[in-house]
């Protein structure tokens, strides 16, 4: 029951969130530059008339306040409706998901090389506290934290795809694609990842189970790995699940340096070509994507500790 | 299925790295290619791809010398007066679904463009361009059909080469004009899958009436950008790169010491230049433009940033022509800095330089052009945008320098003149050139009238030599069309559009 | 040979940024087995560092000096942690916060029945008789329970199934009774007595509770600023260390009576005697020198100049 | 003793190599060679020769003057937006976790909205809607962090405010102006000092994305990550074009990343690092 | 003297409304309390039976829900900002967790001379010194930190705080039950001699019946939740 009602609290907390993604995506078509109306008219080398520009804003409602323009728009984007992309005149959401799902597997695949390799990381550092692997990490990790994505993503590809060949440069087209574009957007996430599950390991450690779990004569793995992770694990699932709207903007980068077709690249491409519609959609899909995910992890990491989970019951 | 992909599915194993070559390679193994954009954009498309994929085919096409010649109409005439031209039909001729490609395919076509304006990535799909006082078009016979238009069309069939008469099997547009799946052609390949923004898969038209395709399927991936483009042709990704800007000449370059890659070039029918916005200070002053064009140091441009493809012109007229006039490129600093000193006096100006950001080598000639103005008092601030935007900021006049390409596509110099030079030219008032001549006007005035080609090519030599000096717009150089590919690969070459990629086939 | 655990001049030392620590200075005492000694002290005197040395539970930064000897044998600190579960056990204090909140009294068990290495299937019923021995009638809910859904007396029988497990022959109780109310405590002192019942030879029991302490405890311990200065049967009863006796008067029942000065900072340790600045009847001698262990009558064990010889 | 020495360490190199970035790149027009924007196609691309001691870019331009420029606009718009945005997420937290009720109910909304958008995506699309320039990079930057600082402060203020020691020091009759200034704010100082220090690394790399992407500082103001941008076409045969520059963000980063370590062992605090990514 | 009533509490009722997901929770309902002036009083009752939150309303901390404090026979239970200030030196709380009752980052000396300057008092040496005499504490303590002092130290510490402003009424709410039991001897101790020394007024929270005998003139019982209306006496 106290689960139903804090499951209500979030969502009803999401309300403002949600609005407020609505809010910028709309207020940045308010910014941008230029009349929608004539500049949706007069691609591809024409030149509307006076009159046509505004019927065309009658009909896009562009003559409203703002206020009613917003909710118009909202009411549009609730049914799917983004509007139409200026270069391709597609429509918008058609196009963004059409190239979500390689965006999507891009962070997946992100998500878990993080994850992975955050709980490696981290575990191992405590384990091997105060010796060479924690010393090591940490000097791994700091560097990981200190390389930016866009160099690493081109110093990964002149080293494995094209000096040594092992994997493909670009694209799409199973694991092997998506391997490097992968590390390069979770380098500095894992790194985050290994060094808050670290500290907050080694938080766990000191408190009073792990010492009584220590006295049952268990090796510092299983007393690390069994008894504080699953304790420390929840603000490391916080911390991924809340990397993710990182993801999903650092993918702009990883996406254009390996030529994915993803909504990253969709983006970079409407800034150039100046679709502002597209820009908005993105913003809109890109914002809700997060706010689902975060409301995913809240939930997730609620599960995780049984004592939200089960409530107060008592025996 | 009206598609034909759909009846040949793609091959299962449809890895796009290839193995490692071995001593015997598989012909009909798959051919993976690779260029900047979507070849196939697909159905919202006028066209829904390319000509250069071989997939549909027009009824006039071009030869290496931009002349009109057959293809999917065998022969045409023109009537005495010029208003009717009558076209007949290859026979014998199947669509990629099946469909017999005839006078009443033609007619559906037409009934097709007369629609409205498609547009499309390409060329817009217009019959009003294609078409000029196009009255009506009837089915003669079978394979027969003819056009009438209200005012003598000598100059028709040029109207019509390529993208002007594509032919698709009426089967797969709707009643909208648009396309309701995969468009089938005539061509030598279909397409079997497309996947937007990755690849589109062509395989070889068994049916094709001419001479086969030599490779069984053909991939051509998108990627956008030249550096990856060109990482995946080193690793082996792609075997070669096609298209527009296909690779930068600095990538290119670093090819030409390896024997497992080659480069293709041939004349490029673009040109490229700076358009200066004549309609506001400084450049609406003659000798503010003139001091640009002096102060520029072309040579660096073409040698330097792209390695020698390329020739410096101050000719407006693109050297693929049989018109061209070899002008002396005129470079001098100290006559640019006093020709600017009489109009800024001790001023500086500060202008907006527009370029292409997607184009790699664009940035660093425009940060070099920059630092040449830098010296006679132009400052420039630099704005990377998309082509199509730069038009729309070209047409309100407001920017100070662009630069832009034009391609020529069918030699016929007088098009250029027409768009640049003339006071009412397209270019002319959408780039905001503000460019006027009386002498202009009066010479292409004499130029149409004109059927003695001496008198044409008198007119054309001094329009080259006014452009040289009144300078619509600045031209920097002329462009090679410059492809890259690997060895494993023949029949690779570079054409006037794209390459003839039904030759393109594995090396034995 | 007497069966016992043996100190011989353990010190504990943690360096710290801020300089050195001395936590347990040179304790040397014998707890015999088949007894409950009970060590007691001010807050901060070194009970609980002194406890955990000789489980070898302490950080890494905690330098250990002298020898701990269990039944002749010597336990170096990789040795203790050796014998964990199986040799030396733990009953924690702070019952609520000494279980895994995410993980089951099953899973609890499980990992505190490893060093038996019974085969899979046995676990379970072992488990289940465990919890038996410690009154639980009906054990299996209690094996999936998770902790917080146990009141805080079934958390501390649950604690002591744990930490006698595998039957250690001694176990270590860190007050037990901290922070519990007056039926729970009762509760508490009920199990710790059952457990020699159940294999276990001797029990080490650190309380500030002295009603727990004289209702269990044979042997006292009592210790100030890290040294013992006390230990034997009777402490309680019969004090005879000058801070034995000042301790015990600011027991309610002896009417809060404070003991004179502060007790010394950690680090801050003079020459001689520990107490000796607070000490009424410290002499000269008592400033400068440091006190030998001294017996006033069999079994009692005195650091103090003035039961000497 | 192990201990106190690590961040001892750690700062002095974070000191010397924030140092050294800092003074080099503000003593860049007096110690850079060549103007970083004179080009001279005749010396294009050259390793390092004594005329050029890091060797020439594409356009013969001082690799050496262009590394020394490079730095300043990211730095200073670095250093200005987190100041900026700590300021006012400082305040904004501070406000919503004293005064509770409805100024944190309104506040947290806000920030909310703000931490619910994801940053690089908004920043993104902020910059490529305004266009690049460094106003609308600073508004993009303060926009999307404003939220953290915030939140971090209210929850810290939060937690101090419920110290006991507060209550005892309001039952002594302290007024909030006395509690918030001379208790409060010294003490969210330290977390505030790694907090700025983490941030202003986070913001370099954003705005180094951002200029890679082209939406961040535009030519021709010389800029570390455009020029790795400006390289790809050349780094195969002169790898000195991306090295240099990408060495430079990454001593940058590292000497942030350092700083705000030592800071947060040496202060021993604890931020909301869980909420941030 | 012995029947001036200084510091009251009449029908304090207060409930916690805890966040969303949480249970309001009654703390107190109808609570009288009176406190005569040099009396001492003690409060007992079962754990979380309202007696901190009792102190907290008495002190002007918490607003109550309903139900007035007096003072002197004036109400302050409205009273805010400067309003408040003299019954803030009158009044002086003694907390449960001495160790957190003083800022960490300051060194002792400086936290003893805050309320000197809340209430614009002379910030005096021989004050202090006289304050710390009368809880037995050495002058040097002052140059340490609050965590470099025992529990028995620092609670007499914040007594000598309490004391500086030379208040009415002392709140004591548990002020040894985290202290081991000589710490817990010497607070008392000095606690006793205070009552001896000074006209002190004191309410004195705790769990010990043996604490409350040895130091109360007499003791009133709290039963959740609150007591009884007309309990008093
Ligand atoms: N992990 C540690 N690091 C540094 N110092 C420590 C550590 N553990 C204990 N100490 C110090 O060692 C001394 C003894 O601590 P210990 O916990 O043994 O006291 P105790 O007698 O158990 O007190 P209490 O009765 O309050 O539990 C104290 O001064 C304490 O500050
Ligand atoms: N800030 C608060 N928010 C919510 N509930 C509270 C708060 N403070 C106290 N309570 C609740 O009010 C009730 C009374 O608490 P209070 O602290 O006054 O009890 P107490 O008698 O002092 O207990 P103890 O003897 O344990 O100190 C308890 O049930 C407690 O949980
Ligand atoms: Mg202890
Ligand atoms: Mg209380």
Partial sequence: MTMGRYLLHKLLSLLPVLLGITLAAFTLGVLSPGDPAELALSQGGYEPTAEQVAELERQLGLDAPYPVQYLRWVGRALSGDLGTSYRSRRPVAEELLRRLPVTLELAAWSITLACALGLFLGCAAVIGRGRWPDLLIQALTGLQLSFPAFWLGLLLILLFAETLGWLPTSGTGGAGHMLLPAVTLSSATAATAARLLRSTLLGELGKPYCTAAAARGITPARLVVRNALPNAAVPVAALLGNSLGGMLGGSVIVESIFALPGIGSYALEAIGGRDYPALQGYVLLTGLIYVGVTLLVDVVSMLLDPRVRLGGKHL | ??????????????????????????????????????????????????????????????????????????????????????????????????????????????????????????????????????????????????????????????????????????????????????????????????????????????????????????????????????????????????????????????????????????????????????????????????????????????????????????????????????????????????????????????????????????????????????????????????????????????????????????????????????????????????????EVDALMERASSALDMEVRRECYDRIQEISAQELPVVPLFNDVTLMAYSTRLTGYEAKLYGIELPLVAWAQ | MVRGLELRDLSVTFSLPGGDVPAVEGVRAFFPSGEITGLIGESGCGKSVLGLAILGLLPPYAQVEGEIILDGEELSPGESRRRLGTGLGLIPQDPAESLNPARTVAAHLREALLPLRLPRSAVPERSESLLRDFGFEDPRPVLRAYPHQLSGGMQQRVLCAIGTACSPRWVLADEPTKGLDRTLRGQVRETLLSLPKRGVEGMLVITHDLALAQGLCKHIGVMYAGQLLELGPGVLEEPCHPFTRAFLAALPENGFRPMAGAAPRPGDRSEGCVFAPRCPRAAERCRRERPGISSPFPGRMVRCFLYEG | MNRKKKPDLQLAAAAVLLGSILVLSLLAPWLAPWDPNATDMQVRLQGPSPDHPLGTDALGRDLLSRALWGGRASILLALGATLLSMSLGGLAGLAAGWFGGPVDWCLTVLSNIFQGLPGTCLMVAIAGTLGPGVRNLLLALVLTSWAGFSRVVRTETLRIREEAYMEGLRSLGAGPLRLILGHALPQLAAGLAVLFATRAGRCVLSIASLSYLGLGISPPTPDWSVMIRDARLNYRSAPHLILVPGLCIFLLLLGLNLLGDALRERLDVRTGEAREW | MRDEVILEGRDITKTFRGRLGGHPRKALEGANLRLCRGEYLGLMGPSGCGKTTLARILLRLLEPDSGQVFFRGEEVTRLRGRRLLPFRRRVQLISQRPETFFDPRLRLGKSLLEPLDIFGLPRDRERIRAGLERVKLPAEILERYPHQVSGGEIQRLSLCRALLPEPEVLILDEPTSMLDISAQAQVLSILRELRGACGLTCLFITHHRETADFLCDRVQSLEAPGIPPGSVL
């Fill in chain 2, 1 to 438: 299925g009206n598609a034909p992909g759909s009846s040949t599915p793609a091959p299962e194993n449809s890895s796009p790295v290839p193995q490692e070559p071995a001593d015997t390679v598989d012909p009909n193994a798959e051919i993976v290619l690779a260029g900047y954009r979507n070849l196939a954009p697909g159905e919202k498309d006028g066209y829904y791809c390319s000509k250069i994929l071989y997939v549909w085919e027009p009824l006039v096409t071009q030869d290496g010398s931009a002349a009109p010649v057959p293809c999917l109409a065998e022969s045409w005439e023109m009537s005495e007066d010029g208003t009717r031209w009558t076209f007949h039909l290859r026979r014998g001729v199947k669509f990629h679904d099946g469909g017999d490609f005839n006078a009443d395919a033609v007619i559906a076509n037409f009934d097709r463009m007369k629609l409205g304006v498609k547009s499309s990535s390409f060329y817009p799909l217009d019959i009003d361009a294609h078409y000029p006082n196009l009255t009506a078009y009837e089915k003669v016979d079978e394979n027969t059909v003819r056009l009438t238009f209200s005012q003598p069309a000598p100059t028709q069939l040029y109207n019509m080469v390529n993208f002007g008469s594509a032919i698709y099997s009426p089967a797969c547009f709707d009643e909208a004009g648009d396309f309701k799946g995969i468009c089938a052609g005539t061509g030598p390949f279909c397409i079997a899958e497309n996947k937007l923004d990755e690849y589109v898969l062509l395989e070889r038209f068994e049916e094709y009436w001419g001479e086969p395709a030599k490779a069984k399927t053909i991939r051509v991936r998108v990627i956008p950008d030249a550096d990856t483009r060109f990482s995946a042709l080193k690793s082996g990704e792609i075997l070669g790169v096609i298209d527009l800007n296909a690779i930068p000449a600095a990538l290119a370059v670093e090819l030409t010491g390896d024997e497992r890659f080659a480069l293709t070039t041939t004349k490029s029918t673009m040109i490229r230049f700076l358009t200066l916005s004549g309609t506001q200070a400084p450049f609406n002053d003659l000798r503010m433009r003139q001091a640009v064009s002096l102060a520029l140091r072309r040579s660096e441009i073409t040698d330097g940033l792209y390695y020698g493809f390329g020739t410096p012109t101050t000719n407006i007229l693109n050297y693929a022509t049989p018109f061209y006039k070899d002008i002396p490129v005129e470079e001098d600093l100290a006559k640019a800095k006093a020709l600017a000193g009489e109009v800024l006096g001790d001023r500086r100006v500060t202008v907006t330089y527009l370029y292409n950001g997607a184009e790699a080598a664009q940035k660093g000639e425009a940060e070099l052009i920059a630092s040449w103005l830098g010296e006679i008092g132009i400052d420039c601030r630099l704005t990377p945008l998309e082509y199509a935007v730069m038009r729309e900021q070209l047409k309100t006049g407001d920017y100070g320098i662009a630069r832009m390409q034009q391609g020529l596509s069918n030699s016929e110099p007088s098009t250029i003149f027409r768009r640049f030079m003339l006071t009412g030219g397209d270019h002319n008032k959408n780039y905001s050139l503000g460019y006027r001549s009386d």
